[in-house]
């Protein structure tokens, strides 16, 4: 096996550890890597990134979008510049960071950064439900989780255990590794608790994760049913702990879960200050065929709203819709500014808005029919 001789060059050819920012931008792009056989493993452990990051690598010729690719080693030259770009969707909040790596014989065989993971969680409670988050730094390429509390487990990286029957104080631990074991830390948190149980939440969040699932000859529908959610609510759908989707209501085909799975829906906020999760095993050959299943799934409704900005009319297009509708307004912190019923003429209506201070609304629009049919929508008042 071959050792590596220098590792890190920080700054290389003009490139700023923290990338000129107007609007408050404090990205700053950085990353750690592992080898092993012949494969380079890259780890983003970017700080400040925006809620929506994208990412380029570049290294020898090579590129990808992933958070953490990999690439193979096999034609590597002496030595190889890997640079990492951190960007939001408009490319108004950037950082690139470049490291050139020093190899000899044209060969990576060792572990260039060592093992620095640091095991560490938060939690919220709501509703007799504790809620816990990751919050580990230096994990691994690919992380591997474990909780255990009061005898119950999970490998999910956020989640979420009754509280019915914990004790006084409980004892949380989470072990964080590597798919070797070779990198691994765990950490542990005593939580106290007044009367034997939990029901405070500090962050007001009181949202329950739920669902319901149909399936047609072929596919298998699942729409959240989840209760008290924020407005700004996002949604992860993992089929056996590997995530599948963030769609609201996604739908998979009945083969990806023959003959057995498990799905879990975590429903949170881009900050983690509320958060729930849901699983269930879900079992093809007890699941009766329902033949109006694609109503459902296939049909769910879109929404244009116009003109955005708007001043004093703002008009409503739904599709598949030509009934009432429920229409509420908020502002980005969650207070419900205006509610109204409209009916929709030929899956069109106008709402006067010319009322409403100038700022950053978002709009939920419900069909009274199918109120599983659910669409947010944002718009400037100006």
């Not at 487990?153 to 004892?171: G, L, M, Q, V, W």
């Not at 691994?184 to 329950?208: H, K, P, Q, R």
């Not at 201070?357 to 709009?363: A, H, Q, S, T």
């Amino acid at each position: 096996m071959k050792r590596i001789l220098l590792i890190a060059l920080f700054g290389l050819l003009g490139f700023s550890a923290n990338a000129q920012d107007t609007l408050g931008c404090g990205l700053i792009a950085n990353f750690t890597y592992t080898v092993s056989g012949e494969t380079l493993y890259l780890t983003n452990t970017s700080t400040d990134e925006p809620l929506w990051p994208f990412y380029n690598w570049t290294v020898d010729g090579l590129s990808s979008s992933e958070e953490n690719p990999t690439f193979p080693t096999v034609g590597f030259e002496e030595s190889e510049l890997v640079c990492l770009t951190v960007f939001d969707s408009t490319e108004e909040c950037v950082d690139t960071y470049c490291m050139t790596i020093y190899f000899e014989d044209d060969t990576l065989v060792d572990d260039s950064t060592a093992c620095e993971l640091i095991a560490n969680f938060s939690y919220t409670i709501s509703g007799g439900t504790l809620n816990l988050t990751n919050t580990s730094t230096g994990e691994p390429a690919w992380p591997h989780y474990s909780w255990m509390v009061d005898g119950l487990s999970s490998t999910i990286e956020n989640p979420s255990f009754p509280t019915a029957d914990f004790e006084a104080s409980e004892e949380v631990c989470l072990t964080v590794y590597d798919s070797l074991e070779e990198c691994i830390d765990t950490y542990c948190m005593t939580i106290y608790f007044e009367d034997d149980s939990l029901d405070d939440d500090s962050t007001g969040c009181a949202v329950n994760a739920n669902f319901t699932f149909v399936r047609s000859e072929e596919t298998i529908y699942f729409t959240n049913t989840s209760t008290d959610e924020p407005v700004d609510a996002m949604y992860r759908w993992y089929i056996d702990w590997v995530l599948a989707s963030e769609e609201e209501n996604p739908s998979f085909d009945v083969a990806d879960f023959e003959p057995s799975k498990t799905m879990c829906l975590e429903v949170y906020t881009a900050d983690w200050t509320c958060y729930d999760s849901l699983c269930q095993v879900i079992t093809i050959d007890s699941i009766d065929i329902d033949s109006t299943a694609s109503i459902g799934g296939l049909e769910k409704p879109t929404v244009e709203i116009y003109p955005n900005p708007v001043h004093d009319a703002l008009n409503i297009t739904v599709s598949n819709a030509n009934g009432n509708q429920q229409i509420a307004i908020y502002t980005t912190i969650g207070e419900l500014v205006r509610m109204d019923q409209v009916g929709l003429n030929n899956k069109q209506a106008t709402i006067d808005v010319s009322n409403l201070p100038k700022g950053l609304y978002i709009i939920n629009i419900i069909d009274e029919e199918n109120p599983n049919n659910n669409i947010q929508e944002k718009f400037i008042k100006n």
